[in-house]
């Protein structure tokens, strides 16, 4: 059975290794070797092992992870709210999953607007958020030497 939960510590293990595995399959083509090489189990376990990077739901096929969605605080915008990331094992994308995981974490976030950043050459996520009610802005920052635009959508 698939289901929505909110991340709890039990599942730090299986976050930190799902992390990777989709990180380095989705980033294979858009980013540096060198830098997806950088993309550990152990990093992504200190990572999500913060309190301040708990703000998780996670998707659930069983017990294994097949997604996530980390949201909260905007940080490059206070008066926003922000997607950190959401991503959804490729043996289930495209079946409406991430788009109730998006929905989920939305409905989390209470009324503020939300923006993310997605790489400009990431066109699968761009067309992902553009149809899910998101519209592209100007803005544009760079991550590992790459840029990446910004989306958001008013709640």
Do not use: W
Not at 64 to 70: A, L, P, R, S
């Amino acid at each position: 059975m698939i289901e929505i939960k909110k991340f709890n510590i039990a599942y730090l293990e299986k976050l930190a290794n799902f992390y990777v595995k989709c990180y380095q399959e989705t980033y294979k083509d858009l980013l540096p070797k060198e830098y997806l090489d950088s993309k550990d189990y152990q990093s992504a376990y200190n990572t999500f092992s913060k309190p301040e990077n708990q703000n998780l739901l996670i998707l659930l096929n069983g017990s294994e992870i097949i997604g996530f969605c980390g949201y909260g605080k905007g940080r490059d915008n206070k008066n926003y709210n922000e997607i950190y990331s959401l991503y959804i094992d490729s043996h289930f994308q495209n079946n409406g999953l991430g788009t109730a995981l998006l929905k989920k974490a939305i409905a989390e976030i209470n009324n503020k607007g939300i923006y993310l950043f997605v790489l400009e050459k990431n066109i699968n996520a761009i067309n992902f958020y553009l149809k899910n009610g998101f519209t592209k802005t100007n803005l544009i920052k760079k991550y590992a030497n790459t840029n990446c635009i910004c989306l958001k959508k008013t709640i």
